[in-house]
Structures are given as C-alpha cells and as structure tokens.
T-cell receptor, first 113, second 114 residues
Framework: EDKVVQSPLSLVVHEGDTVTLNCSYE??????LLWYKQEKKAPTFLFML????IEKKSGRLSSILDKKELSSILNITATQTGDSAIYLC?????????????FGAGTILRVKS | NAGVTQTPKFRILKIGQSMTLQCTQD?????MYWYRQDPGMGLKLIYY???????DKGEVPNGYNVSRSTTEDFPLRLELAAPSQTSVYFC?????????????FGDGTRLSIL
C-alpha cells in the first residue's frame, strides 16, 4: 500500500527558530515529491522535488529529496508567526491515467511571538 | 485569476439528503481531482478525471459520484448523505503539459452531515 508519513505531527517554536520537517514515503512508480502549505483554506504549492540531492530554495524555506532513503526534509529558517500552518507532503506516482498524489497527514507548525 | 472555484463554502445536510459540490477551473486544465480532508488526516483522493468524459475512482469513492461533461467543471455528488461524509472537500486541477506539474487547489467546501 502506498503511504506517506510525516513527522513530527505537530510542533511549537518561537520566532527566529529553525525547524526541520520530515517526510518519508513508500510508493511504487514514484514521479515527484511535493510540499504544500495549508493555512485556513486551500493548500498552496511550495516545492516539487524530482531529483535526489538537489536543494530547492524559496526565501527562508528550502527542501531536499533523498531517493535512496525515500525521504525529504523541509527546512524553515528564522521562523515568523506567518509560518504557522499545516505543512503537507505529497508524493506523485504514475497510474494508468496520469499521475496521482498520496498525502501525508501533515505537520502542524505553530510559531509563537 | 479565478483558478479553481468551489461552491458552496459551507453546507449542513441532514442524513439521507443529497447534494452536489461544484468545482470549476478556468485554467484549461485536463486533470481534475476531488479530495476529502478529515482532522489529523491527509487528503484522501475520492475521484479524479483526466479529461471530459473520463473519470476514475480514487482511494475513497464509496458514497460519491462524479461526472465530467466539460473541461471546466467537475461536480461531486453525494446521493445519500451519511455522518461519515462530514469533512472538508477540496477540488484540484493540473495541467497535462509536462510530466511534473503541481496540482492547484480550490478553497474547499466544509460539509457537515447531522
């Protein structure tokens, strides 16, 4: 059964801290790994990772994929209260009709001022 | 840019009632998806479509039906609402151009069945 596991399930940090979120997966026909940020409404796309060892960066957020370990991390440096959200990891895999996503349960991040 | 639009935003149903959740996208995306999100759980795929006239089941299709008569619209139908269908429902779409493209999500429909 295809599955994606995220850890920790939740964490609370203070502004300025650095956090690392983890995602591991067991999926056949892997295509890519995606990170989404979900605040009150729709998940918004952060990163898509397809190649092992290549870091993707956007401001204070960065992510890297390790295909050998079947895992990925999402780093947030100098956290701000606006980073408080659920961070979702999803893995895209090939099916007969196009690609589908399987999601992890998410990591709830709360940044205290 | 409207993107993916879902209606209604909230709805309360009685057990046994039926309703249709609407989803429309203006990005000319071929692929569309319906997910449900329960507290503490990731998004679970209900149904998906790769183009007008083509739909297929996801992980949790029981109790739901879909149709795709146009590229823009992908409604989700609940025929006999049950308390287990209380959830937040998200519609998403993706372009067919290129192998690896992210899905774009609507703002969700919060549905309560009482």
């Amino acid at each position: 059964e295809d599955k994606v596991v995220q850890s920790p399930l939740s964490l609370v940090v203070h502004e300025g801290d650095t956090v690392t979120l983890n995602c591991s997966y067991e999926v056949t026909n892997f295509r890519s790994l995606l990170w989404y940020k979900q605040e009150k409404k729709a998940p918004t796309f952060l990163f898509m990772l397809t190649s092992s060892g290549i870091e993707k960066k956007s401001g204070r957020l960065s992510s890297i994929l390790d295909k050998k370990e079947l895992s990925s991390i999402l780093n947030i440096t100098a956290t701000q209260t606006g980073d408080s959200a659920i961070y979702l990891c999803a893995v895209s895999y090939s099916m007969e009709y196009g690609n589908k996503l399987v999601f992890g349960a998410g990591t709830i991040l709360r940044v205290k001022s | 840019n409207a993107g993916v639009t879902q209606t209604p935003k909230f709805r309360i149903l009685k057990i046994g009632q039926s309703m249709t959740l609407q989803c429309t996208q203006d990005m000319n995306h071929n692929y569309m998806y319906w997910y449900r999100q329960d507290p503490g759980m990731g998004l679970k795929l209900i149904y998906y479509s790769v183009g007008a006239g083509i739909t297929d089941k996801g992980e949790v299709p029981n109790g739901y039906n879909v149709s795709r008569s146009t590229t823009e619209d992908f409604p989700l139908r609940l025929e006999l609402a049950a308390p287990s269908q209380t959830s937040v429902y998200f519609c998403a779409s993706r372009t067919r151009q290129g192998e690896n493209q992210p899905q774009h999500f609507g703002d969700g429909t919060r549905l309560s069945i009482l």
